[in-house]
């Protein structure tokens, strides 16, 4: 048995929703062979930090190129628009994905695996990143994988309602980033009693509150620096001149960062350095500040004030794809922001800690297993695999919230 976790993508961001499946099917004695596939140097270095030791020993790692031809290709332009490296290195690297059994993947293109290569005896399950409320989590193409681990019950519910996935390839498995190694290291700002905002917005062009309004946020900060700003966006919003959005097909430009929000002393930008991936910019400040980011979910783990952006006027309640929008007032833009940071801790109290624990809870399922050992479990159990996992024991993030 050759089973195959595969990390594909220009950002790490994905890494560590999956690794610590690999990781943790290594230390079961599992009778399988783990191999980790690679697509550039970016992702290589992101897994081996978060390998535990494990990769080379105990895991196989395979870095896949592309064809001396097709990185002709590439060098017309096509990548300055689309992501056409990741889909064409499904193509390139056919032999190694006919080798495997099984196929573990955070995302949804390998897909192109069996419907556009024939790969249809591989068995490709879906670990999924985040436990956001958007609709392109719970398309279709949820319901082409052969299994598919998701973080709790309101995902496994939309899954089975709005993807039509079969309620038996399906398994809970908790959150397994939440097992992995995110790295502490010292905050951004010093803690001299002003509150630090995380402003968040996410990529998509037609739901982000960036392109309409994010650059009217960091203005607003450099006004009033009795509020200290961590400027973290979704890491792929800067990562391309131009960002192509797949579920409503919509193309736009994030444009660029005016070194004078870099040089405020109250402002800290990072558009995509691995400590954006790593919840320390969660786990730092007071205050989210966001739109349809499923990162606010990582931050509600210990629930703090949430403000959400809806410059376009969105008819968002009652709408599951919203949901997030219940655990914080939403504000149309930045004549509305100084009135909702002033009111963020009594209203916070008030009217949402306890719909920010019922939103968490309801789409993380933790228990005194860790989330990874879980996950590897319905892994081997699904792909008849014999393993011996260590017993449950109480672990992480669950610890950490008692």
């Given at each position: 048995?050759?089973?195959?976790f595969?990390?594909?993508?220009?950002q790490?961001?994905?890494?560590a929703h999956?690794?610590p499946?690999?990781v943790?099917?290594?230390?079961?004695?599992?009778?399988?062979?783990?191999?980790?596939?690679?697509?550039?140097?970016?992702?290589?270095?992101?897994?081996?930090?978060?390998?535990?030791?494990?990769?080379?020993?105990r895991?196989?790692?395979?870095?896949?190129?592309?064809t001396r031809?097709?990185?002709?290709?590439?060098k017309?332009?096509?990548?300055?628009?689309i992501?056409?490296?990741k889909?064409?290195?499904y193509r390139?690297?056919?032999d190694?994905?006919?080798?495997?059994?099984?196929l573990?993947?955070?995302?949804?293109?390998s897909l192109?695996?069996?419907?556009?290569?024939?790969?249809r005896?591989?068995?490709?399950v879906?670990?999924?990143?985040?436990?956001?409320?958007r609709?392109?989590?719970?398309d279709p193409?949820?319901?082409?994988f052969d299994?598919?681990?998701?973080s709790?019950?309101?995902?496994?519910?939309?899954?089975?309602?709005?993807?039509?996935?079969?309620?038996?390839?399906i398994a809970?498995v908790g959150?397994?980033?939440?097992?992995?190694a995110?790295?502490?290291?010292?905050?951004v700002f010093?803690?001299?009693?002003?509150?630090?905002?995380l402003?968040?917005p996410h990529v998509?062009?037609?739901l982000s509150s960036?392109?309409?309004?994010?650059r009217?946020?960091?203005d607003?900060?450099l006004?009033?620096?009795d509020?200290?700003?961590i400027?973290?966006?979704?890491?792929?919003?800067?990562?391309r001149?131009?960002?192509v959005?797949i579920?409503?097909?919509?193309?736009d430009?994030p444009?660029?960062?005016?070194?004078?929000?870099r040089r405020?002393?109250?402002?800290?930008?990072?558009?995509?350095s691995?400590?954006?991936?790593?919840?320390?910019?969660s786990?730092?400040?007071h205050?989210?500040?966001?739109?349809?980011?499923?990162?606010?979910?990582?931050?509600?783990?210990?629930?703090?004030?949430?403000i959400?952006?809806n410059?376009?006027?969105l008819?968002?309640?009652g709408d599951a794809?919203?949901a997030h929008?219940n655990a914080?007032?939403?504000?149309?833009?930045?004549?509305?922001l100084?009135?909702?940071?002033?009111?963020?801790?009594?209203?916070h109290?008030k009217?949402?800690?306890?719909?920010?624990r019922?939103?968490?809870?309801?789409?993380?399922?933790l228990?005194d297993?860790?989330?990874s050992?879980?996950?590897?479990?319905?892994v081997?159990?699904?792909?008849?695999?014999e393993?011996?996992?260590?017993?449950?024991?109480i672990h992480?993030l669950?610890?950490?919230?008692g």
């Amino acid at each position: 048995m050759r089973i195959g976790f595969l990390f594909n993508h220009d950002q790490v961001h994905q890494v560590a929703h999956s690794l610590p499946i690999a990781v943790a099917l290594a230390r079961a004695s599992a009778s399988a062979e783990i191999v980790v596939a690679t697509t550039n140097p970016r992702l290589t270095a992101e897994v081996i930090r978060l390998g535990e030791g494990l990769i080379g020993p105990r895991i196989q790692m395979v870095e896949l190129g592309l064809t001396r031809w097709t990185s002709r290709v590439l060098k017309v332009g096509f990548e300055t628009l689309i992501p056409a490296s990741k889909l064409l290195v499904y193509r390139d690297n056919l032999d190694f994905f006919r080798s495997l059994d099984v196929l573990v993947v955070a995302e949804k293109t390998s897909l192109i695996l069996k419907s556009h290569y024939g790969l249809r005896d591989l068995r490709i399950v879906h670990t999924r990143h985040g436990a956001g409320d958007r609709a392109i989590g719970f398309d279709p193409a949820s319901a082409a994988f052969d299994y598919v681990l998701c973080s709790g019950p309101k995902i496994r519910e939309r899954l089975v309602r709005d993807a039509g996935v079969d309620p038996d390839r399906i398994a809970v498995v908790g959150y397994p980033k939440f097992d992995a190694a995110c790295e502490a290291g010292p905050p951004v700002f010093a803690d001299d009693g002003r509150r630090v905002v995380l402003y968040n917005p996410h990529v998509s062009p037609h739901l982000s509150s960036w392109y309409p309004t994010g650059r009217d946020v960091l203005d607003w900060f450099l006004e009033h620096d009795d509020h200290q700003l961590i400027f973290a966006p979704h890491v792929m919003l800067f990562e391309r001149p131009f960002v192509v959005s797949i579920d409503k097909l919509r193309v736009d430009s994030p444009g660029a960062i005016d070194d004078r929000y870099r040089r405020a002393p109250n402002i800290h930008v990072d558009l995509g350095s691995r400590a954006s991936t790593t919840m320390a910019y969660s786990n730092e400040a007071h205050i989210y500040l966001g739109d349809v980011s499923s990162q606010v979910y990582e931050f509600l783990a210990r629930p703090r004030p949430c403000i959400f952006l809806n410059p376009r006027n969105l008819a968002w309640q009652g709408d599951a794809n919203f949901a997030h929008w219940n655990a914080g007032p939403v504000i149309a833009g930045v004549e509305e922001l100084g009135r909702a940071l002033g009111a963020a801790g009594e209203s916070h109290e008030k009217h949402y800690r306890a719909t920010q624990r019922e939103l968490f809870e309801a789409r993380f399922d933790l228990t005194d297993e860790p989330s990874s050992v879980r996950a590897a479990r319905a892994v081997a159990h699904y792909a008849g695999l014999e393993a011996t996992f260590e017993p449950p024991s109480i672990h992480g993030l669950r610890a950490a919230r008692g």
